[in-house]
T-cell receptor
Framework: GENVEQHPSTLSVQEGDSAVIKCTYS??????FPWYKQELGKRPQLIID?????GEKKDQRIAVTLNKTAKHFSLHITETQPEDSAVYFC????????FGTGTSLTVIP | NAGVTQTPKFQVLKTGQSMTLQCAQD?????MSWYRQDPGMGLRLIHY???????DQGEVPNGYNVSRSTTEDFPLRLLSAAPSQTSVYFC??????????????FGEGSRLTVL
């Protein structure tokens, strides 16, 4: 099956700085890569996704890049704000969704 | 639309007891799945279904049973609860599942404690 690794497990940044979270996957047939944000005590919610035929996608302060050859993808958050503090999960999908172990992001005001 | 509804939100069991976590969605999604979330382990897939009458195992299926008799419902059964099954459980559904890549909608979660 698919194996998704996510780094770092914790990340602290100053408000206004950028944050980068990286994931690698093992199954070259995976073709859909979503990112989920989970606030404390809440359910995970989709923030951005990318398909295997696209190298980069941006939505305001959030961007995702995909390198199919190297089998890794990354989440970039610019101009971080305190409300960005949460746990972020990457996932890789072919027939079902496999998640990374999560990154706890803290934005320090 | 209520989305994905899970019950109960909290449950305490004794070792050896059985129980069912209920999950229902009103979005007419074919794909439904169950995950468990443990600290440092992320979301691990227990079982999934790509349509009524079709279920399959995920990464950590042992000790759990599922069925899918309707498109809307996907209950998760714990056959004989063990302390290792203490976790937060999420049900999730998607219109197309992983094959075509569609947003996975999660329920609010069910916190289960096994003593």
């Amino acid at each position: 099956g698919e194996n998704v690794e996510q780094h770092p497990s914790t990340l602290s940044v100053q408000e206004g700085d950028s944050a980068v979270i990286k994931c690698t996957y093992s199954d070259s047939a995976s073709n859909y890569f979503p990112w989920y944000k989970q606030e404390l005590g809440k359910r995970p919610q989709l923030i951005i996704d990318i398909r295997s035929n696209v190298g980069e996608k941006k939505d305001q302060r959030i961007a995702v890049t995909l390198n199919k050859t190297a089998k890794h993808f990354s989440l970039h958050i610019t101009e971080t704000q305190p409300e960005d503090s949460a746990v972020y999960f990457c996932a890789a999908s072919r027939n079902q969704f496999y998640f990374g172990t999560g990154t706890s992001l803290t934005v320090i005001p | 639309n209520a989305g994905v509804t899970q019950t109960p939100k909290f449950q305490v069991l004794k070792t050896g007891q059985s129980m069912t976590l209920q999950c229902a969605q009103d979005m007419n999604h074919e794909y439904m799945s169950w995950y468990r979330q443990d600290p440092g382990m992320g979301l691990r897939l227990i079982h999934y279904s790509v349509g009524a009458g079709i279920t399959d195992q995920g990464e950590v299926p042992n000790g759990y049973n599922v069925s899918r008799s309707t498109t809307e419902d996907f209950p998760l059964r714990l056959l004989s609860a063990a302390p290792s099954q203490t976790s937060v459980y999420f049900c999730a559904s998607s219109s197309s599942g992983g094959t075509n890549g569609g947003e996975l909608f999660f329920g609010e979660g069910s916190r289960l404690t096994v003593l």
